[in-house]
């Protein structure tokens, strides 16, 4: 009796903390589900974009959760292009021991005449 008392306020606690604007991925068919993963492990945005669009209208109910799974596919996919400019080197694009110093001889302009 003492845990089934104990676990209310948990369950409470934890449904307090839900937001409510969050789609519930169980709503999503595993029919329509196997079809998002499989677009979204091709890695092509034209296919996802695709598969969401028919999922949305197959599973009108659903179109959040399925908004929601494609948003988490295309935020990592941003967050990874980020953090691969971020610690690029351009030492391999053929340039590495260029000098890039700028001359320092005046600029001088001929008039021909």
Known sequence: ???????IPMALGLLANADPKDPDP???PPQIRSMLE?????????DI???V?????????????IDAMADVW???????????LREATFSTCGMAG??????????TARISA
Not at 74 to 84: C, F, G, H, N, P
């Open 1 to 7: 009796m003492k845990t089934r008392l104990f676990l």
């Open 26 to 28: 169980a709503l999503i």
């Open 38 to 46: 499989a677009a979204i492990a091709s890695g092509n945005e034209n």
């Open 49 to 51: 974009t695709t598969v």
């Open 53 to 65: 669009r028919y999922a949305r209208n197959a599973v009108p109910e659903a179109a959040d959760a």
């Open 74 to 84: 295309r935020d990592e996919k941003t967050a990874s292009r980020s953090r691969t």
């Open 98 to 107: 260029w000098n890039w110093a700028v001359s320092q001889r005046p600029a």
